[in-house]
């Protein structure tokens, strides 16, 4: 079979690494696509975000039996209703189910009115109301675009001032423009962060294997939020109790309040928790695999990936089951310095071939070009560098030494991903 990539970043080249590894698989194609990503799979160039009349027609020209979409914006903007439409076959949630992450508004409602554990939010469409909301509570809060911002859209207002600076930045500023038109006030959640993923055929869910990103830009979990600065599976805040508990009281019930309104959700359900002193509540829904989640996920699963998606898609998920390598997987990510903020393109990467010739070492590229015979950054977060290993301590030394390997002008990369795992085994 033939199967389509949508995408272009690291999760995206993991997930043609991981695809094309399958023996029902003839050939891989992407779009968008990357440097990495076009050793594997025939890369093409053309709209994929919000029109999606021209990636259909390439679709059936070269005969994909089913299209993978790794990113949330298609989602959101309705590339499986499209597919859907032509006949295609295509894994992912469509429009109705993707505004699970979507709408921040949408999803807080689906958790109040289905009894799911979350921080207490109100949602404001006047900014002056937000701050005035804001004095009253007078505790601290975070503050959230209500539509789609690259995962940036989340401020923490720790105090009155930085709270009612971020309504003036998201509603004012509008640095997200309309995904800022509301705003999400919610109470600070005080615990450690887990992504749980699950996959689904729209009524069956089965879990993923743990895992933890690093979201903050800097050592010590300071700087800003960014996409993500690393990852590592499994994540061991996640333990088996606490996966029932998640499934029972998370996973089930958006499953099912989805469907009460008519809103099949297939494909991957990504949880973000925060498992506080009170037990895990969610911190965010998405909609798709997690980024650089993905790195340490797809690595360490044993199984044929391929027909686990398609029994997403198809409804058979039911019986399916996926074994996990032992051992740790641990994701770090190289981006431009200055990222999340402004940085420079078009920088000289050298050193890749050494890291990926390390023992279990795997680059996987976010944003990289090839230019005149180099390969050269292309955005924020460049490249993640995924090591596997027998326990967690060894992993995090391999991936650093990829890390060691690769350089480019003004690099920039976090020294301390998995600390909070190391902490609690060590
Ligand atoms: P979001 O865009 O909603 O995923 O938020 C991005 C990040 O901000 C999360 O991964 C958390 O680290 C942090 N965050 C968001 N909401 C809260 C909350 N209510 N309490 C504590 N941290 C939060
Ligand atoms: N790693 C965070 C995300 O994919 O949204």
Redesign the pocket.
């Known amino acids: 079979m033939n199967v389509l990539v949508v995408g272009g970043n690291g999760r995206e080249h993991t997930l043609v690494w991981k695809i094309d590894q399958s023996p029902l698989v003839d050939r891989v194609y992407c779009v968008p696509g990357n440097a990495g990503i076009a050793e594997l799979a025939e890369c093409r160039s053309m709209p994929w975000e919000d029109n999606f009349d021209q990636l259909a027609d390439f679709a059936e020209s070269v005969k994909i039996d089913l299209t993978v979409v790794g990113p949330e914006a298609p989602l959101a903007n309705g590339i499986v209703d499209a597919f859907q439409e032509r006949g295609l076959r295509v894994f992912g949630p469509n429009r109705n189910a993707a505004v699970l992450e979507a709408s ?1 508004d949408f999803a807080k409602n689906l958790m109040v009115e289905n009894g799911i554990p ?2 207490a ?1 109100r949602t404001f469409r006047n900014p002056y109301e937000a701050i005035a909301y804001i004095k009253e509570v007078d505790s ?3 503050v ?1 675009a209500v539509g789609l ?1 690259a ?6 207002g720790r105090t009155v001032e930085a709270a009612i600076q971020a309504v003036k930045t998201i509603m004012i500023d509008r640095e997200f423009d309309d995904a800022g038109d509301q705003v ?1 006030i ?6 450690e ?1 887990a992504s749980f993923f699950v996959f689904t055929d729209g009524s069956y869910c089965l879990p993923l294997a743990s895992s933890q ?1 690093h ?2 830009s800097l050592d010590g ?1 300071q700087g800003k ?1 960014t996409g993500g600065m690393g990852a590592y599976s499994p994540a061991p805040v996640i333990t088996p109790e606490l996966q029932d508990y998640v499934m029972r009281r998370i996973v089930h019930p958006t499953i099912n309040g989805m469907n009460s309104q008519g809103r099949i959700f297939k494909g991957v359900l990504y949880v ?1 928790l ?1 498992v506080t002193d009170d037990g895990p ?1 969610v ?2 829904f ?1 909609c798709r695999f997690g980024d650089p989640e993905a790195q340490v996920l797809l690595p360490r699963m044993e199984t044929d990936l391929v027909p686990v998606l398609e029994s997403c898609v198809d409804g058979t998920l039911a019986g399916v089951d996926v074994t996990w390598k032992p051992g740790s997987a641990v994701c770090v990510v190289m981006a431009s310095g200055g990222y999340p903020d402004a940085y420079e393109k078009g920088k000289v990467i050298s050193g890749l071939n050494d890291a990926n010739a390390l023992k279990d070492v795997a680059v996987f590229h976010a944003a990289t070009k090839a230019q005149n015979g180099q390969t050269v950054t292309d955005g924020g977060r460049i490249l993640g560098v995924t090591a596997l290993a027998s326990d967690l301590e060894s992993a995090v030394g391999r991936a650093y030494q990829g890390i060691s390997e690769i350089h480019f002008d003004q690099a920039h990369f976090r020294t301390d991903i998995g600390y909070r795992a190391l902490a609690r085994t060590t």
Do not use: Q, R, S
């Open positions: 921040k979350t921080a939010h601290p809060v975070f959230k911002a995962g940036k859209g989340a401020v923490a999400v919610e109470e600070e959640l005080i615990g962060e990103d979201k903050m979990d939020n973000g925060m509540k911190v965010e998405n």
